[in-house]
């Protein structure tokens, strides 16, 4: 199995993405540079957080119009994986690969601090190995995190079951208290229809080691290296 | 020839930036603000050759797929002489 990780010009959490693919999933991994195109060697691609582009316009707007957004879109066509965490959750929703859009955070502040996340399902390639309701403790770090859709979206990410992770308080309680910046119905995490593709405003990256103040996040990664292992 | 694009968040979209703007505002003694949104313009010079019919069309389809994110936003053109 092989990942790589998409790097576009103010991308700075690919190394960190790098790091946990390598040192803690011990797979082999690559960066990719954004103006590449053949993905054809990868399993799994990261969409890491950052600033690309300099959040020019609207946070990931520019991105979406790299030349490898258009492999990314095919690649994510064929059932392979796509992981987007912070800035690449709000490059695959600029790009269409996920509902939505991630607007300014209700308070307005650039949050950077470990928060509370649920497991809302366990049917995903990235949560697999967790037990739904189980909580995360993992860092968020955005200005831009506030998940917005219309009702309708909303019904259909709820029937579909395609809420990965809510924000919540340390027991699991979902509750506007817990909630860091707005975001409806306390989304922190969505999937694409197929359930390949995800994307999640926290960073697992982050949180893959005690040293850093939690090893919750390996969790992702290692559901989704199972994944992997069960389909090669 | 010149386009202006106005983006603006669709009605019901959450502004927390255009709330703070008001705050401040009134804070400094300015009365009688119902509400204040913020939004984004863009000035896009066009080359004296163009066409104004096509020049609209092309700046509209700009504003549509990349000036703006239809899932929050509106967005209008003018074209000036």
């Known amino acids: 199995m092989k990942f790589g990780i998409i790097v576009f010009p103010g991308s700075n959490c690919d190394h960190d993405a790098y790091?946990?693919?390598?040192?803690?999933?011990?797979?082999?991994?690559?960066?990719?540079?954004?103006?590449?195109?053949?993905?054809?060697?990868?399993?799994a691609l990261i969409i890491p957080g950052g600033f690309s582009y300099g959040d020019y316009l609207r946070a990931g707007a520019l991105a979406r119009f790299s030349p490898v957004m258009e492999s990314v879109?095919?690649?994510?066509?064929?059932?392979?994986?796509?992981?987007?965490?912070?800035?690449?959750?709000?490059?695959?929703?600029?790009?269409?690969l996920l509902p939505g859009a991630l607007i300014r955070n209700r308070d307005l502040h650039f949050i950077c601090e470990h928060v509370f996340v649920r497991v809302e399902t366990s049917d995903t390639p990235y949560t697999n190995e967790m037990t739904p309701g189980s909580v995360l403790r993992i860092p968020i770090a955005h200005a831009e995190g506030n998940y917005v859709?219309?009702?309708?979206?909303?019904?259909?990410?709820?029937?579909?079951?395609?809420?990965?992770?809510?924000?919540?308080?340390?027991?699991?309680?979902?509750?506007?208290?817990?909630?860091?910046?707005?975001?409806?119905?306390?989304?922190?995490?969505?999937?694409?229809?197929?359930?390949?593709?995800?994307?999640?405003?926290?960073h697992p990256e982050r949180a893959c080691e005690e040293l850093l103040g939690s090893s919750d996040g390996r969790d992702i990664f290692r559901s989704l290296a199972a994944t992997l292992a069960a389909v090669a | 020839?010149?386009?202006?694009?106005?983006?603006?968040?669709?009605?019901?979209?959450?502004?927390?930036?255009?709330?703070?703007?008001?705050?401040?505002?009134?804070?400094?003694?300015?009365?009688?603000?119902?509400?204040?949104?913020?939004?984004?313009?863009?000035?896009?010079?066009?080359?004296?050759?163009?066409?104004?019919?096509?020049?609209?069309?092309?700046?509209?389809?700009?504003?549509?797929?990349?000036?703006?994110?239809?899932?929050?936003?509106?967005?209008?053109?003018e074209i000036e002489g």
């Open chain 1, 19 to 43: 790091h946990v693919i390598s040192k803690q999933v011990g797979q082999p991994v690559d960066f990719i540079w954004h103006r590449d195109t053949d993905l054809n060697s990868y399993d």
């Open chain 1, 73 to 96: 879109k095919k690649f994510a066509a064929t059932g392979r994986f796509v992981l987007g965490i912070c800035n690449g959750f709000q490059i695959l929703c600029e790009a269409g």
């Open chain 1, 149 to 202: 859709c219309d009702d309708s979206t909303l019904a259909e990410l709820t029937q579909e079951d395609r809420i990965v992770f809510r924000y919540c308080d340390q027991d699991g309680n979902v509750t506007d208290a817990a909630n860091p910046n707005g975001s409806r119905d306390n989304i922190a995490g969505i999937c694409n229809p197929s359930r390949n593709v995800l994307g999640l405003m926290p």
């Open chain 2, 1 to 77: 020839m010149k386009a202006k694009v106005f983006v603006s968040l669709k009605p019901g979209v959450l502004d927390p930036q255009g709330k703070a703007i008001q705050h401040s505002v009134e804070l400094l003694g300015f009365t009688g603000i119902a509400d204040v949104r913020q939004g984004k313009y863009f000035e896009i010079a066009l080359q004296d050759s163009a066409n104004e019919e096509q020049a609209r069309e092309s700046v509209a389809r700009m504003a549509r797929e990349v000036l703006s994110n239809p899932i929050i936003e509106d967005y209008r053109v």
